[in-house]
């Protein structure tokens, strides 16, 4: 019987050969000079590219699923989980390139902080710049001043600095809410006790409602600075979805519904009206055709719509 994996690295593509052969290559070779036992396992979500024969090709020792239909971020990460059979997991963009030393740093921090349930690394830009990603948890009062009135005015600011952690630098090591999905490692544990992601959350906010189970259930969650890199090409991957701003909305209504129930799914939606609002201005305002603003118009109205009555 074959030893059980250190990791078991679940790895989401879609669309993103290039992107994905850079990200199994630089786990290739952190394998390859690491004492851990990586196990590698790709779920393709109906790539319409090479990348299903480049995988195959390139990383025979890959396990490889492909799905038929795209099923989103939080199914396709839920297979992987399900396939997965390391003592942690770590979800990892397919836009991304892990660098030598950073599974051990985690993986270690795990293994020595029993309360620890959760870790992130450091992610970089191309240019060797540190991208600030960890969020705190997304309250009443984000949802109140996030993309509404309030915003608008200047009047958010000091919630939405606390909400994106503008009162920290990324520079070291510290307990956090919620770092991205990007590159996160949990023990099998916490992966057992708090459940796969929440499949409704196709795909955004899937993460945060991760972590805030995470953290519920009563583990910390740790980011770290110190010994880890990761190379991250920001916004490679979920800003290709034809669907990106409908998808949004949608699931942030479901987040706000589960975790703040009548309430927080009241107040999104009245921040949705009052976007839709704001959009129906200005396409008065650049469109001179009656015909043309009401075909727009419908439109925008349309998407309001559907989302609403869900």
Request: aromatic share 10%; proline share 5%.
């Amino acid at each position: 019987m074959d030893p059980v994996p250190d990791i078991s690295v679940v790895v989401l593509s879609w669309n993103t050969m290039e992107l994905t052969r850079a990200c199994l290559g630089a786990l290739r070779i952190c394998a390859e000079g690491s004492p851990l036992r990586l196990e590698v396992i790709v779920i393709d979500n109906a790539s319409g590219d090479d990348s299903l024969a480049m995988i195959r090709a390139e990383f025979p020792e890959v396990r490889l699923y492909r799905n038929d239909v795209n099923q989103g971020y939080a199914r396709g990460v839920n297979q992987g989980l399900a396939l997965a059979t390391g003592r942690s997991i770590c979800l990892l963009g397919s836009d991304t390139e892990v660098r030598p030393g950073t599974f051990e740093r985690l993986l270690g921090f795990l293994d020595e902080h029993p309360e620890v349930g959760a870790v992130a690394p450091r992610l970089v830009n191309p240019d060797g710049s540190i991208q600030r990603a960890c969020m705190r948890f997304p309250d009443l009062r984000v949802a109140l001043a996030y993309d509404t009135a309030l915003e608008d005015l200047g009047l958010a600011d000091r919630i939405l600095d606390r909400y994106k952690y503008q009162d920290w630098s990324h520079d070291h090591d510290a307990i956090v809410d919620q770092p991205p999905g990007t590159c996160l490692m949990v023990k099998r544990a916490v992966y057992e006790a708090v459940g796969p992601m929440d499949r409704m959350l196709w795909l955004f906010f899937n993460d945060v409602d991760w972590c805030l189970r995470i953290r519920r259930a009563g583990w910390r969650i740790w980011y770290l600075h110190e010994g880890t890199s990761v190379l991250h090409h920001l916004g490679q991957s979920t800003g290709r979805f034809p669907t990106f701003p409908f998808e949004w909305h949608k699931n942030r209504l479901h987040f706000y519904r589960k975790h703040y129930h009548v309430l927080g799914s009241f107040v999104v939606k009245m921040a949705m009206i009052y976007v839709a609002l704001r959009e129906l201005r200005r396409i008065r305002r650049n469109l001179e055709s009656n015909r043309e603003f009401v075909a727009h118009a419908s439109q925008v109205l349309r998407a309001l719509g559907n989302v609403l009555i869900r």
